[in-house]
């Protein structure tokens, strides 16, 4: 008998540790920010346009210097987000923000730069990871990831939780989901990738921004809703003459 319960505990340990490897979500998250650029986002200038103002990113081996600019009522305004903090200038000069500003201005730059290169970004080291499980999506497998962020490094909405979809074939992110902090409690958006293109080997695409229309769901249901039909279209995200260098 002693004999049958080690075979059975040892044929248990072997299943474990083959779904382990099968389901390695560290393994996924690097083969899809490898399809999508990889190191060469990690040293690259790039630069595009999103709705009315124009942003660039330079990235160097762990250096970073993030920027927003456009035009407002005080003139040509540019915003600055690097290693070392955060600077407004305008007209070429460099102003004074309010303190309670700055997280503010400093989380606005850094979001638009952080959806524009994902799933770049995920192997930082605030960043949680956790297998939730194979799905279909649309008629695709897709390997369905939590993504939390520590207090430490995680940013001023430390507290949102993501959700990734990526695909058990190509690797390729298609789609996200996110829960964030807002007013009245806690806000939900899915996002659908579309128009894929690569601009110098690294990979781009917008998105077709969705909400679901009960707020009471768990961000990890969105995309049975997704399934369903029973999202709402909330906006597009789009950007447009990207330069990579």
Same mark, same amino acid.
């Given at each position: ?114 959806? *524009? +290169? ?11 990871? @956790?297998? $939730?499980? /194979?799905?279909? #999506? ?79 769901? *768990? +961000? ?11 999202? @709402?279209? $909330?906006? /597009?995200?789009? #950007? ?6």
């Amino acid at each position: 008998m002693k004999k049958y319960f080690l075979l059975f505990t040892a044929t248990m340990l072997f299943l474990s540790c083959e779904k382990q490897k099968e389901v390695n979500v560290q393994d996924i998250v690097d083969k899809s920010i490898e399809i999508s650029g990889g190191d060469k986002i990690k040293n690259s200038t790039i630069a595009f346009d999103f709705r009315d103002k124009n942003y660039k990113a330079t990235r160097n081996n762990g250096s970073f210097q993030l920027e927003r600019r456009f035009k407002d009522s005080t003139g040509i305004v540019r915003d600055v987000l690097s290693n070392d903090g955060f600077e407004r200038y305008i007209n070429n000069e460099i102003v004074k923000v309010p303190d309670s500003m700055v997280p503010k201005y400093s989380a606005s730059v850094n979001s638009v730069h952080y959806f *524009s +290169v994902l799933p770049y970004g995920l192997n930082d080291a605030a960043v949680n990871k @956790q297998y $939730v499980e /194979k799905v279909t #999506l649309k008629g695709k497998p897709y390997h369905k990831i939590k993504i939390t962020f520590n207090q430490d490094g995680g940013g001023e909405d430390f507290e949102d939780v993501f959700v990734y979809w990526i695909n058990t074939t190509t690797y390729k992110t298609d789609y996200i989901a996110y829960s964030y902090h807002e007013n009245h409690g806690i806000g939900l958006r899915f996002r659908e990738a579309y128009n894929e293109r690569y601009v110098n080997d690294i990979r781009f695409v917008d998105y077709t921004n969705y909400k679901p229309k009960d707020l009471s769901v *768990s +961000v990890f249901g969105l995309d049975d809703l997704f399934e369903k039909n029973q999202l @709402q279209i $909330v906006s /597009k995200i789009d #950007l447009t003459n990207i330069v990579v260098n």
